[in-house]
């Protein structure tokens, strides 16, 4: 189950990191980083940066592996941005001399480098950036200046602490003409002393909600100069007299690609984190009791929390959903594999729709995952709240994924803008598919499709597949269960696209029901995709196992999909749909009837997900189940409570404060 | 508009507590706390309550005034748990003699006391409790004793670092027979040196995700003996001879007022705390520019967020709720007053109706503020989640609000209950109120008020009031929003009331929809309270100013509740309501047309809540509107970024591990 649903190459660099923190744990054990201070943390896993970055100067470690151990610790470190922003930059836009210059020490972390994109006043509209880099003939100079406290560059990981060079997302003045924003290289700090070099100003902006081993800074440049040679020069050219030129057969579209590819990390890494949550909250409330269900036959025994029906109405979904997300994001990202590849030969063709489907799936994995987290954490009581559950540290670290590469609800409304104009050409007939004619698994070009098998002439329509069947037939039918989100998907494309399009509202003015379109949209590419993954399965006796097990994960995502505002599927159908307040209650049963086959599987289908303990870093989800012990040990560890720096600590407040209030000591 | 929602007396003890730390502003100033370690603002906190203890054993300062304080200061200190919990529990629960033995030391700071409930393995079955008291004949003492790992008690705020006494709730054992949990009084350090005393084991269980100014605490006792005297006499009695007496007059229902007393204050708290959390965020998106509409006459300049609908749809009905909760709880508290005097003259019968209202009350509340608080974070994009935006320390200190004084899932549970028992009364006559003729605002018997104007008669009914009105004309109308959502609770009562009573579905398996029908019974009861405050708004032109922006925030809240989730009111619409997903969205329309007006006031609205800078503690929700400016100077304020002991660490930093990797050097 592992491989199948994680990916052997997965499994394999996973037990490989494994391997490496655990024969480095006097470096890399986590477990008491709960009682730190974030200076301690940081200076924790700024040891571990050096071992990893000195094993790769050796050649002993590779770049994938050490993106590996930063999962096994759960913990980004100081080096993140370097290794996920300023190399990849580098890859992607820097020329051959520029790579020598920067990409390969950059490699060797013989410099260590920042993105400096967001701004203290301006975020999502790249546009609104202040600050500014002006050629300077006379120097054959770029003079980089952050002219307002707005323009301070902002939120810049590796730049607080220990980064030596930044990539720069300046506005291109030449001329007095501004030109567009471009990455420029601004070197920010000595490489002899560290300090920083004249005219930048540059710190660490501070205690965040979560990620603060990461040393997010903030740098304000006074009219800073670089050499000319440290724009990069993929996108543009700035000549030694100031001639401006943008080489030939690059499209611009191309950018688009890379933010597709961004986001199709993200979507892979939440399946991942998700796991972690489901594992923890399954493993503590299959050990957890409260109360006797009236039921049982042991009346003294309490029940564990995991045969409430309400506890498992939270848990299980969230463990079907982790599932789908895994499944999906090896179909998501062969999709995207196929599109670039595509790009490279010129041929843009499923570009626009791919980046919809990744800020409709960003947005999708986010949310479920963050908020999952966080039912994870309810589902596990008062316990849930102590840092020991090892779940808070999860939510606040996972938490930003919400708002960076596009607020989620900014990518909603990318995904259902392109939705709205593809149901309107389609409706126009301008956009009508090659394949219109059938709806299969396979096809790579789901958003016509969905519009070509349920048409603008639902109330004419009369074969509808589910027509007919029970409840029960529908839920254990895939293609159903797919057709039903399809038909959800369909009607309310139709409905807003009237609203926009015949009706002339405003996009702006219909932002709100916009939200729901992006959210149909993605569940029914989140099982479309899932389905796509099962359909893989090998045919072999030992697959042969996890096939039902797979088949419920995919039934629970669904129906709960389905089920989840019954006015979405109530209010957009029509005459002859048969859908009724009954037909929706009838699956929600059946929603809830798949509970109890899930609950006796729960803890091994959390197990197959194979997360271990040292990520897990909590009581709760300790693997031997030994959540009491674990969790009382790790309170007296609590240095507080030791004879040292506990005694010394607690003696110094009881005279200076408690004694003096017991013996009613007016002395302040 | 601050008087009359938040009311006269609470508007003067705020100004009190805001004076009295701005006049002790050394002491009192929490700016710097962001950048503090658990145990620097643990100290810092401790002088605090050094402070206003010695000033209340000089008579200069008063309880009241206390708890006031530490609402302005936003921080729960390690005495919270003292004043909340021990001293009350004395004063219910302990007899004259003992009053004197530990009230009143515990009243002048002599003794700090901790109220031990919770076991690490035992939470909402109070029954489950292991710890025991053992009645010892022979020396006349009681012996408690936790015999596992599991009976450890657990979470106890006060106890960690300060507290001399526990209450300590434990199974009675009096001739080897178990009487039930009880409360008795268990010294657990010296008032000398604050050492455990022979047999206790205590500490501090460690870092939580919020509420690190408490030391919640562990305690384990080994056989330790305490005098007979120490049980809390009021509501159990143990003789020289063991003999056990339960005093006679005391109806052990009392218990839930006590419970009813601890929510109406969860309620109260909730709305001030939301007030805080929608003032930073109105106020910050009021500032915050993104992008251009494409309406706007300055191309230019960017548009303040809180103009796009996506963002008001998302704060404004929170701000209307804010309104809600503080209005909507004054009335609960005169409810609950009435319903204890009453019950002082022996009458009961108000008391189950308010216990289940307390249950479904602090259930909307924590959950409407806690992720409210969340959603205003979102709401400010990245900036939401530096420390500096205040959202993240009030997140994580209210979280534990939704688990304890009943987890929130558990309280849905037993409100349902209540409403299912009312309506099946109903149906048989037997409960049929005495005013069953009238549906007055001023009816203080709501549930069975609702059955009545909707009887299970829904199907033949053809008098529903909005049948024939606009829109716009029930939006305008609080009396027919009311009617709706008593139509909307009504029917999806009896709904259940038959799936229990007729077709025989157990409780348990009806878990799911049960949390509906208690969140459908709040939403009804919270506007049903918040009208009944607004009918009391006085008819001097002074206060006609206010009524209209009132009356919006009514409006906007009744709506939000009634298109939450559109299939409650579709799926549970009977043939002559003439609610069809037209009418709905009709009602969302309305909604989203409230919230241009709302806009406009906005501001306004949230400056009228009254909420101090100080409690603020944000820089994005100044008060002065100087965000960036206050923002970037606390970044300043980050000691790793000056010149002590920033300079320092980033030296030692730069030796040990940057400038060995930059070098490339092997050695670790």
Redesign the interface.
């Known amino acids: 189950m592992d491989t199948f649903i994680n990916g052997q190459k997965w499994v394999d660099i996973r037990k490989k990191a494994h391997d490496f923190v655990t024969k480095h744990s006097d470096v890399f054990c986590m477990r008491d980083t709960?009682?730190m201070?974030r200076?301690e943390i940081l200076?924790k896993v700024?040891?571990q940066?050096?071992?990893v970055?000195?094993l790769i100067?050796?050649g002993e470690l590779d770049h994938e592996l050490s993106l590996a151990i930063t999962y096994v610790q759960d913990t980004s470190g100081p080096f993140r941005l370097h290794r996920s922003m300023f190399m990849p930059t580098l890859e992607r836009q820097a020329n051959d001399e520029q790579k020598i210059a920067f990409l390969e020490p950059a490699r060797?972390?013989?410099?260590?480098g920042c993105y400096a994109q967001?701004e203290?006043?301006h975020?999502?509209?790249v546009r609104?950036l202040e600050t500014t880099a002006t050629f300077i003939p006379e120097t054959d100079e770029f003079e980089i200046n952050s002219p307002t406290?707005?323009s301070?560059k902002w939120?810049l990981g590796a730049l607080?602490?220990?980064a030596?060079h930044a990539c720069v997302m300046a506005q291109l003045i030449v001329n007095n003409k501004k030109h567009g924003i471009f990455p420029i290289i601004v070197p920010v700090r000595s490489?002899k002393?560290?300090k920083p070099l004249p005219g930048v100003h540059v710190?660490?902006?501070?205690?965040?909600?979560?990620?603060n081993t990461v040393d997010n800074g903030?740098v304000n440049f006074d009219k800073v100069r670089v050499p000319r040679f440290n724009l990069l020069q993929r996108y543009i050219n700035v000549d030694r007299n100031g001639n401006v030129t943008r080489p030939e057969n690059v499209d611009p579209r191309v950018t688009y690609s890379t933010m597709v590819f961004v986001r199709a990390g993200i979507v892979n890494n939440m399946g991942k984190e998700l796991a972690k949550a489901v594992t923890i909250a399954t493993r503590y409330t299959a050990v957890?009791?409260?109360?006797s269900?009236p039921?049982s036959t042991n009346k003294h025994q309490?029940t564990p929390v995991l045969d409430?029906?309400?506890v498992q109405?939270?848990l299980i979904p969230l463990i079907a959903k982790t599932y789908a997300m895994l499944a999906m994001s090896h179909e998501f990202y062969k999709q995207y594999e196929i599109c670039k590849a595509e790009i490279e030969d010129g041929n843009f063709s499923k570009l626009k729709e791919i980046h919809a489907v990744s800020c409709g799936l960003k947005k999708w994995c986010t949310d479920t995952t963050i908020y999952g987290v966080d039912t994870c954490?309810?589902l596990c009581?008062?316990h849930?709240?102590?840092?020991?559950s090892g779940l808070?540290s999860a939510f606040a670290n996972l938490?930003?994924n919400?708002?960076?590469e596009g607020?989620n609800?900014v990518l909603a409304?990318q995904t259902a803008r392109y939705i709205l104009k593809s149901a309107h050409a389609f409706e126009q007939n301008k956009l009508l598919p090659a394949n219109a004619t059938s709806h299969k698994i396979s096809n790579s070009d789901p958003t016509n499709d969905v519009f070509v098998k349920y048409p603008n002439n639902f109330e004419t329509c009369t074969d509808y597949p589910w027509i007919n069947k029970s409840a029960s037939q529908i839920c254990s039918s895939p293609e159903l269960l797919i057709e039903l989100l399809a038909y959800r998907l369909s009607s309310i494309s139709f409905e807003l696209t009237n609203r926009h399009y015949n009706l002339n509202e405003s996009f702006?003015?219909i932002?709100?029901p916009?939200?729901t379109l992006s959210t149909v949209y993605s569940e029914y590419m989140v099982c479309y995709y899932f389905y796509r993954h099962l359909t893989k399965l090998p045919n072999s006796p030992e697959y042969s196992k996890i096939k039902q097990p797979l088949l419920l994960m995919f039934s629970i995502t669904a129906l709960s999909f389905l089920t989840r505002?019954?006015?979405?599927?109530?209010?957009?159908s029509h005459r002859n749909s048969q859908i009724t307040?009954k037909f929706?209650?009838n699956l929600?049963s059946e929603l809830?009837n798949c509970y109890s086959n899930a609950r006796s599987i729960a803890v091994l289908l959390v197990d197959s997900l194979g997360i271990p303990d040292s990520k897990l870093n909590s009581s709760l989800g300790i693997s031997n189940g030994q959540v009491?012990?674990d969790?009382?040990s790790?309170?007296?560890?609590?240095p507080?409570?030791n004879d040292t720096f506990g005694d010394r600590?607690?003696s110094r407040?009881?005279n200076?404060?408690?004694?003096?209030?017991?013996k009613?000591?007016?002395k302040?």
Chains 1, 2 share one sequence.
């Not at 849930?384 to 020991?388: A, D, I, P, V």
């Open positions: 709960y009682f201070s200076e200076e700024l040891k940066e050096k071992l970055a000195q100067q050796k060797k972390y013989q410099i260590l967001t203290v006043g975020g999502s509209n609104g406290i707005s301070t939120w607080g602490i220990v030596t490489l002393d560290h710190g660490d902006i501070g205690p965040k909600m979560g990620f903030f957890r009791r409260q109360f269900d039921a309490e409430y029906q309400i109405h939270r954490r309810h009581g008062g849930g709240f102590s840092e020991f808070n938490y930003p919400i708002i960076w607020d609800f409304q702006n003015d932002l709100v916009v939200q505002n019954k006015g979405e599927l109530l209010s957009c307040p929706i209650s929600e809830i009491y012990e969790y009382v790790r309170a007296l560890e609590n507080l409570n600590t607690r407040w009881f200076q404060y408690i004694g003096p209030i017991l009613g000591s007016n302040l």
